[in-house]
């Protein structure tokens, strides 16, 4: 389990490829302060895991479903990636839970300066319309990041500058593609959501009385 904040930018050093997933290898420094072999790193928002250690960076095995469902199935030699390690216990929580489980790709679709800080805009995947609410939480490769504004097209999300300038943010322009993870608590959610509609909600699982009109008085969605 991560935080989506961002410890250092890492850069792939080779990527291998094959039927059965594939190995890449990257260069960091302080995400291997405490890490071991057999640790989880999140890499832009995809929690791997490390099997093998140099002086200088790390490896990492990939699933099919990892190059496939993310966007470092198209990432190569010299790839600036964000990195994480996972959370321990007893760590501060600055940013909110992300499981480095990604959950849809999406587009930048504009950037626009407000002030001292920055608006993104995404395109809306269908895998994660229903959990995307304004002023809720979103991890874009890995980045922990608050919802601005959510409309049938896309969502926005604000960027300080510090985050800006110490992760991939500072090098998207528009059509980049980008990991989005939901929040957790919004998976679950939208499931409930989903069973109640199909009235499929197993005995027990719910009280009497829970309806999308309730849940969206208290403020769920």
């Known amino acids: ?7 250092e ?14 190995r890449m290898s990257l260069r960091a420094r302080k995400v291997l302060e405490g890490t071991s072999i ?10 791997l895991t490390v099997v093998d250690l140099a002086r200088d960076g790390f490896t990492v095995d990939c699933m099919p479903e990892t190059f496939l469902r993310t966007t470092l199935g198209q990432a190569g030699r010299g790839v600036l990636v964000n990195l994480e390690r996972s959370l ?8 909110h839970l992300v499981l480095g489980h990604v959950d849809a790709v999406a587009e930048v679709l504009a950037l626009e300066r407000k002030g001292r800080t920055w608006e993104v805009s995404f395109s809306l995947p269908d895998e994660v319309r229903g959990c995307i609410a304004a002023k809720g939480s ?46 957790v608590l919004a998976r679950y959610v939208e499931r409930a959501l989903e069973l109640i509609r199909k009235d499929e909600v197993p005995s027990g699982l719910v009280k009497d009385g829970l309806t999308e009109d309730l849940l969206r008085e208290q403020g769920f969605i």
């Open 138 to 183: 979103v991890a874009i490769d890995g980045i922990s990041l608050t919802v601005v504004r959510v409309s049938d097209g896309g969502f926005d999300v604000g960027v300080i500058p510090h985050t800006l300038s110490e992760t991939t943010l500072k090098s998207v322009t528009v059509g980049t593609r980008v990991n989005v993870e939901a929040d």
């Open 88 to 95: 321990a216990v007893g760590s501060r929580l600055g940013g």
């Open 9 to 22: 930018l890492g850069v792939v050093q080779s990527v291998e490829r094959s039927r059965e997933g594939g």
């Open 38 to 47: 057999g640790d989880s790193i999140a890499v832009s928002g995809a929690c």
């Open 1 to 7: 389990m991560f935080t989506g904040l961002v410890e």
